[in-house]
């Protein structure tokens, strides 16, 4: 009787430990699945982090080559407008010429030198407005570029913090 008394106690253990081993399989295959999971999470994350570089990248490089294209037209401009310029400090210096030699027509000749400093002032004008607006330009496309390398940088930064969580998991 004290044999079957010890013989159940013992099956009662084993029992016991047999659902102890069962419930550690179970507990070891859920950290298992949830290891899993968040290893599946940070490579998408580094996935849509690289994605998200390759287009930051790809947008740097179209804002590069606008700004070129926008330099390239600004030079073009600038020199339209030194040459009117040029231009117009040439003729100014002719219509002073002429009036030291036409003393007779000094009343005239004195009108067409307004004329031509008003040209040349509107010359002068006109090129710092082309200036000022290639300036605006320019710093709007560097603020855009350096928007895009703070998203890119952001989303760096979440890609690694999704990989340091990966790993401490």
């Not at 930051?56 to 339209?80: C, F, H, L, N, P």
């Not at 003729?91 to 307004?114: F, G, N, T, Y």
């Amino acid at each position: 009787a004290a044999a079957a008394v010890a013989r159940r106690a013992a099956e009662a253990e084993v029992e016991t430990a047999e659902a102890r081993a069962a419930e550690a399989r179970e507990q070891r295959d859920a950290a298992v699945a949830e290891a899993d999971a968040r290893a599946d999470e940070a490579v998408g994350a580094e996935r849509r982090t690289a994605e998200a570089l390759r287009r930051t990248e790809d947008a740097m490089a179209a804002s590069k080559a606008e700004v070129k294209e926008q330099i390239r037209e600004a030079s073009r401009v600038v020199g339209e407008l030194d040459e009117a310029f040029e231009t117009a400090q040439g003729r100014l210096a002719a219509k002073e010429k002429q009036l030291d030699r036409q003393a007779e027509s000094a009343v005239a000749v004195r009108r067409e030198l307004d004329s031509a400093r008003a040209a040349a002032a509107e010359a002068e004008e006109a090129a710092e407005a082309a200036r000022m607006d290639i300036e605006a330009a320019v710093e709007s496309s560097v603020a855009k570029v350096v928007k895009m390398v703070q998203e890119r940088d952001a989303a760096l930064a979440r890609a690694a913090a999704a990989e340091e969580e990966a790993q401490a998991a």
